[in-house]
């Protein structure tokens, strides 16, 4: 099967401490992107990438970290230096930049503050 | 700037009855639009997308949205509700050449039986 895939699912952090969130995709797509979405909002970029090995600030890019080392993947690392980091994390990916191609996402990372 | 306003935070219906979705955009640009549906704790799935193709545009599940220039808007409709309908719906504006989505704040469909 073609998609998205997110992983974990669920993820818990401690105040302080750094995780990552993966994301993989063999739609064998350029671009990938990473949103955060709130309750009652819509969603927003963190960070996008056109291409392996570049990658863009979106909207809220302050404490969060990416890397695209391979075409497949684009993990997304939540810092200590985030605020409010409790969210739930779409990763998404399309096969070009422009405006009319539709972004494919996956199923999502629910990340919880204790 | 491009924008996108959802009118309706909440929608109820009854099974069986019509849906409408509002939404609304500004774009400087020739825009694309979209609408995405996402079921709890789920990823987002497109339903339909308008590209300056044909204003009346067909998507998954027997919904329909028509581009509208002159009122700026891009409804979402679906002649009978299912339950299965119960869910997220977001419009979504991107101006042609440019990759950034642009997000409403959602919709809420309520499908009673």
């Known amino acids: 099967d073609g998609g998205i895939t997110q992983s974990p699912k669920y993820l818990f952090r401690k105040e302080g401490q750094n995780v990552t969130l993966s994301c993989e995709q063999n739609?064998?797509?350029?671009?990938m992107y990473w949103y955060r979405q709130d309750p009652g909002q819509g969603l927003r970029l963190i960070y996008y990438?056109?291409?392996?090995?570049?990658?863009q600030k979106g909207d809220i890019a302050e404490g969060y970290s990416v890397s695209r080392e391979k075409k497949e993947s684009f993990p997304l690392t939540v810092t200590s230096a985030q605020k409010n980091p409790t969210a739930f994390y779409l990763c998404?990916?399309?096969?070009?930049?422009?405006?009319?191609?539709?972004?494919?996402f996956g199923p999502g990372t629910r990340l919880t503050v204790l | 700037a491009q924008s996108v306003t959802q009118l309706d935070s909440h929608v109820s219906v009854s099974e069986g009855t019509p849906v409408l979705l509002r939404c609304n955009y500004s774009s400087s640009y020739s825009p694309s639009l979209f609408w995405y549906v996402q079921h709890p704790n789920k990823g987002l799935q497109l339903l339909l997308k308008y590209t300056s193709a044909a204003t009346l545009v067909k998507g998954i599940n027997g919904f329909e949205a028509e581009f509208k220039k002159s009122e700026t808007s891009f409804h979402l409709t679906k002649p009978s509700a299912h339950m299965s309908d119960a869910a997220e719906y977001f419009c979504v504006v991107t101006p042609s050449g440019f990759q950034k989505l642009v997000f409403g704040t959602g919709t809420r469909l309520l499908v009673s039986p």
């Open positions: 998404a990916s399309s096969g070009g930049t422009g405006g009319r191609n539709e972004q494919f």
């Open positions: 739609l064998n797509h350029d671009a």
């Open positions: 990438s056109q291409i392996v090995n570049d990658f």
